[in-house]
């Protein structure tokens, strides 16, 4: 039989399993796989099939963003792969582009080098960059990283960052918001939409799916918690942020997923990401991440003590108008970043 690209089905679901346990180091349980391709309310995967066995496939995640005062329909691509036997046979090629012939614009953040190179070539726009940065708090992953590189013992990486380096990482600014208030919540509550619902400023946004990170937390419950705030200026919502905290070999860690305030300032943010810090310190995580496309959560990031790692590059496709999406606000929930955090902590 010719090679086909299909949709995913549950009737596919043997061959995915197959492709997936040659391809990654991901759990390989029913319950994982049940809860990855069945139950997640919102993502769309093209497949490869070839006599029952998939030789390659994509994934997107179908997410809504405010685009000045309109709301359209995203993907955010992610597992983007072709068995290694295939590889430069076209097949993944033709899967992507399988998933371009879609009404909705795409976005990735990132990705492996030879995608990095590919989606230009397949007449991407680079639209901006993600930077990713990191907050050490207690040392654990730094003390390892000196022991690789200068071959000191990891009490003695320890005992210099208590020393010389937390006290400077832990202060946050002090910024005086008047009438201020931060709230934890129990859950993603649908009174942050109202933060989206008309013209976010200058960058497109991402509008929140509860029901999207209620799958997220219901795979791996006893390993990962997220942690929503909410941020009132006069009694009046101002903005949210969400943090998933999960366990590794080291401790406790941390991602800032979300975080955001239509048209805020720097100090806005500035405030925000500090009282987001504070709130997840009760778990004294080793390092918390973060990231940010728009410059003024950037330097609220740098304000307050996360260093630079490295800057990815934001490719879209779409086939309207070049400034249809304007500068986009990503953090560190695009596409898969948030999914994979959550699989590896699950293994690890």
């Known amino acids: 039989m010719p090679i086909e690209i299909v949709p995913f089905e549950p009737r596919y679901l043997k061959a995915v399993i197959r492709f997936s346990e040659n391809t990654w180091a991901r759990p390989q349980t029913e319950a994982f796989y049940r809860w990855r391709y069945l139950e997640c309310p919102s993502q769309i995967g093209l497949l490869a099939l070839e006599d029952g066995e998939c030789l390659a496939m994509v994934w997107a995640f179908v997410q809504s963003y405010q685009v000045g005062p309109?709301?359209?329909?995203?993907?955010e691509t992610f597992d983007w792969f072709c068995l290694p036997e295939l590889q430069g046979s076209g097949l993944g090629v033709r899967v992507m582009q399988a998933m371009m012939n879609r009404p909705e614009f795409i976005i990735a953040a990132g990705g492996t080098a030879d995608t990095l190179k590919l989606l230009p070539r397949l007449k991407w726009r680079t639209h901006g960059e993600l930077v990713k940065f990191t907050l050490p708090l207690e040392g654990a992953a730094l003390s390892m990283n000196f022991k690789r590189r200068f071959g000191l013992p990891t009490s003695v990486g320890k005992a210099i960052f208590k020393v010389s380096m937390k006290p400077w990482f832990h202060a946050r600014p002090k910024l005086a918001i008047e009438g201020s208030d931060v709230r934890v919540g129990s859950d993603v509550e649908p009174e942050i939409l109202q933060l989206y619902a008309s013209d976010t400023g200058d960058a497109s946004v991402r509008v929140p799916n509860p029901r999207f990170v209620s799958w997220l937390r219901s795979g791996f419950p006893n390993r990962v918690q997220f942690l929503p705030l909410y941020f009132r200026i006069r009694d009046a919502l101002r903005g949210w942020s969400l943090t998933c905290i999960y366990r590794t070999s080291l401790g406790w860690e941390a991602d800032i997923v979300e975080l955001f305030a239509p048209q805020a300032s720097e100090d806005v943010y500035t405030w925000m990401v500090a009282e987001t810090v504070r709130a997840i310190s009760a778990y004294r995580p080793d390092r918390v991440h973060a990231g940010a496309s728009v410059p003024s959560l950037q330097?609220?990031?740098?304000?307050?003590?996360?260093?630079?790692?490295?800057?990815?590059?934001?490719?879209?496709?779409?086939?309207?108008?070049?400034?249809?999406?304007?500068?986009?606000?990503?953090?560190?929930?695009?596409?898969?970043?948030?999914?994979?955090?959550?699989?590896?902590?699950?293994?690890?």
């Open 70 to 75: 309109r709301r359209l329909n995203g993907l």
């Open 299 to 348: 330097q609220a990031l740098h304000r307050n003590r996360f260093i630079r790692r490295r800057a990815v590059p934001i490719q879209a496709w779409w086939t309207g108008p070049a400034d249809l999406l304007r500068p986009i606000h990503l953090t560190n929930d695009t596409g898969d970043a948030l999914l994979l955090t959550v699989i590896d902590k699950a293994i690890s």
